[in-house]
C-alpha cells in the first residue's frame, strides 16, 4: 500500500486520510516529507480527553502504518474551542 521503490514510504495526504477514518468527526492537518509528519487534529471527542488520551486515539488510527512508514509524528491536539482561542490568539 505504500510502497515507493521498494521501501515503505508514506505521504501526508495518506497519513490524513487515516487520522480522519479513524476519527471522522476530526478537522486534520498533516505536513511531511515522506517519514517525519506533523499532524494537528481538532476533534469535538477530545473534550472529555486528557492530551495523553487524545495522542493514543489518533496513533490508533495509523495503525501499523506508524510503526512501519511513518518515523517520526509531531502531534497537536485541541477541541474545537481550544482551536478558536488558539486562531484568535494568533
Not at 515507493?4 to 487520522?19: H, T
Amino acid at each position: 500500500m505504500y510502497q515507493q521503490s521498494g521501501a515503505n514510504v508514506m505521504q501526508a495526504e495518506e497519513v490524513k486520510q487515516l487520522i480522519e477514518k479513524g476519527l471522522p468527526d476530526a478537522e486534520v492537518i498533516v505536513t511531511g516529507d515522506g517519514d517525519h509528519f506533523e499532524a494537528t487534529v481538532i476533534s469535538p471527542g477530545f473534550a472529555d480527553l486528557n492530551m495523553v488520551k487524545q495522542h493514543q486515539a489518533v496513533y490508533k488510527t495509523l495503525g501499523d502504518g506508524f510503526q512501519g512508514a511513518i518515523h517520526a509524528l509531531a502531534l497537536k491536539t485541541y477541541t474545537p474551542e481550544q482551536w478558536a482561542e488558539k486562531q484568535s490568539a494568533q
